[in-house]
């Protein structure tokens, strides 16, 4: 049981280049999210699709798309990258609404930078 | 979205008690959160309290809860060096209460 998995761990763009970010979960979510990472701005949310056929805009989706290729796998993609895109992402997943509480499990990250 | 509101810094020495606190905006939120990040990894759950509760223990931490304030603390006892991270806390949407919004983080850094 692997969780959450993301590849890849690292990636250097030039600008305008394009470039997808795979996640995958083996925990037989319904829900999963993509979010960035900044310093001192937290988590915050893209895209997310709270279940398998559907895809949701999130606080930052400008410049990114999403695909949520079946239950298990949903990837984030760059189509013109922009060094403010430099960031780390992450994935995580959740399986509402039956769960007590809607923890979410994130992957390891995928640290992007864009020159 | 919800704000979240925390401080960025926390230095606490070995064996101490570390208290990180939180201040959120949604008062209808279901759920509340604290995750911690260690270096270089995801985040991952510490713990959680619904809104009808205002404390929860669980081993070393405490969390409390004041609705009215809408203030959220997490009570680290006997700090160790491995408790070193960002701690982050987050709130529920509270139309879509599995999506979650996050501060920006507390570095905890202990030293001996």
């Known amino acids: 049981n692997a969780g959450v998995t993301q590849t890849p761990k690292f990636q250097v763009l030039k600008t305008g280049q394009s470039m997808t970010l795979q996640c995958a979960q083996d925990?037989?979510?319904?829900?999963m999210y993509w979010y960035r990472q900044d310093p001192g701005m937290g988590l915050r949310l893209i895209y997310y699709?709270?279940?398998?056929?559907?895809?949701d805009k999130g606080e930052v989706p400008n410049g990114y798309n999403v695909s949520r290729l079946n239950k298990r796998e949903f990837s984030l993609r760059l189509e013109s990258a922009a060094p403010s895109q430099t960031s780390v992402y992450f994935c995580?997943?959740?399986?509402?609404?039956?769960?007590?509480?809607?923890?979410?499990?994130f992957g390891p990250g995928t640290r992007l930078t864009v020159t | 979205g919800e704000d979240v509101e925390q401080s960025l810094f926390l230095s606490v020495r070995e064996g101490d008690s570390s208290v990180i606190n939180c201040t959120y905006t949604?008062?209808?939120?279901?759920?509340l959160y604290w995750y911690k990040q260690e270096p270089g990894a995801g985040l991952q759950l510490l713990t959680y309290?619904?809104?009808?509760?205002d404390m929860k223990q669980d081993q070393r931490l405490t969390v409390l809860l004041n609705k009215k304030d809408k203030h959220l603390s997490l009570r680290i006892a006997d700090t160790q060096t491995g408790d070193s991270a960002i701690y982050f806390c987050?709130?529920?949407?509270?139309?879509?209460?599995?999506?979650?919004?996050f501060g920006a983080g507390t570095t905890v850094t202990v030293r001996a």
């Open positions: 925990m037989n979510h319904n829900s």
């Open positions: 987050a709130e529920s949407d509270t139309v879509n209460d599995y999506k979650l919004s």
């Open positions: 699709s709270a279940s398998e056929g559907t895809t």
């Open positions: 995580a997943s959740s399986e509402p609404p039956q769960a007590r509480s809607y923890e979410q499990y």
């Open positions: 949604d008062s209808s939120s279901t759920y």
């Open positions: 309290i619904f809104s009808n509760m």
